[in-house]
């Protein structure tokens, strides 16, 4: 099952219990960023291009145990930067289970073969598994040969421990539909949880710019790389109407306040994509930013094409809830898939 029934069930009790006090805005996933370091350089990356005294800062574990319990998000994803390479991850993802956390521990998988035995499995911890296509395509991307197997060793290390595994996808312009198929078939071989998949975000600070998807290419790739789905068996660690909206079958405009992202410098607005300042606290993020001004509707050049999963997931999740057939919709996309 992509998504354990534990999860499930505790993120609808979660978005249920919002609506019923009428709460507009809330947080589902928070990206904590505990570090922008990395033991990669990708072309497509925003994060590494920090200056030295930025990438050599690190947020504390109890930093980062402030910032959950101020969020109050059921899921956490722990991206950055290369997480495995803060010498207290251990810690911050153990106290983040301990709070009843939903973890996806983001990993280029360099790492993670070495320093695996220091995790157990839980239902409350996935390896989230960064991987955008098969060998050559991925080690092109991510500019390093060798990095693919690497990654796919560290998929089987953890699966063979009973860890939960997906793994994290995202697609760039000019990438071959059928070759992203086939891409999927292997890592379904894998036998991996789930798998994630977004289009690329054009950051002004990436070194390569060239690569980033405007919508309706968007939707034509993403409509020939889902087609018939249903019948592939497999198993996307996303709302079903997050892919709809990938393929222009459905609209929706973005829910930034849904995946906030903390990081070494601060509360991030409006979003993990935007560099639009930082609020010192939650709650001063939620109350005085000016959420009108983002999203496709607002006019915003930075978020025009923008397909995001951590914008517009939230949406998906919301409209999963707004009718009974989308709430039984969403509940039979949690069966295994083929
Ligand atoms: S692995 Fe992730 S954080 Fe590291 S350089 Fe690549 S995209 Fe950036
Ligand atoms: S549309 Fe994209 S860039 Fe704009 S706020 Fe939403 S997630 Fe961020």
Redesign the pocket.
């Known amino acids: 099952m992509a998504i354990p029934l534990q999860q499930a069930l505790k993120v609808g009790a979660y978005v249920m219990q919002k609506k019923w006090k009428k709460e507009d805005r809330y947080p589902l996933v928070l990206m904590l960023e505990p570090l922008f370091r990395?033991n990669?350089?990708?072309a497509g990356?925003g994060?590494?291009q920090y200056p030295e005294e930025i990438l050599k800062k690190r947020l504390t574990p109890e930093e980062c145990f402030h910032a959950v319990e101020e969020c109050g998000a059921p899921v956490v994803t722990i991206a950055?930067?290369?997480p495995l390479i803060h010498p207290e991850i251990v810690e911050i993802v153990s106290g983040m289970i301990e709070r009843k956390k939903f973890v996806y521990l983001c990993s280029?998988g360099i790492l993670l073969e070495k320093y695996i035995d220091r995790f157990s499995p839980s239902p409350y911890l996935t390896f989230s598994i960064?991987l955008d296509g098969l060998q050559e395509t991925h080690d092109r991307l991510?500019c390093r040969e060798g990095v693919f197997d690497m990654a796919v060793r560290a998929i089987r290390a953890a699966t063979a421990r009973g860890f939960r595994v997906t793994t994290n996808t995202t697609v760039f312009e000019g990438e071959d539909p059928a070759e992203i198929r086939k891409f999927f078939d292997y890592v379904k071989e894998l036998g991996v949880n789930g798998m994630m998949i977004s289009p690329g975000y054009s950051y002004d600070w990436a070194p390569d710019q060239e690569h980033f998807l405007k919508k309706d290419r968007t939707r034509n790739l993403f409509r020939m790389i889902l087609a018939d789905r249903a019948g592939k068996g497999w198993n996307f660690n996303h709302s079903p109407f997050y892919l709809d909206f990938l393929e222009g079958e459905r609209d929706y405009d973005c829910t930034p306040w849904g995946s906030p992202n903390y990081s070494v410098l601060g509360w991030q607005r409006p979003c993990y994509l935007l560099n639009e300042g930082y609020a010192s606290s939650f709650r001063e993020l939620m109350e005085d930013t000016d959420w009108s001004k983002y999203g496709p509707s607002s006019g915003h050049a930075k978020c025009r094409d923008c397909m995001v999963h951590c914008g517009f997931e939230p949406s998906a999740v919301g409209d999963a809830t707004s009718s009974i057939k989308n709430t039984l919709r969403s509940i039979s996309s949690l069966l295994p898939a083929g």
């Open positions: 990395c990669l350089e990708c990356c994060k590494i950055g930067g290369e280029n960064h991510v």
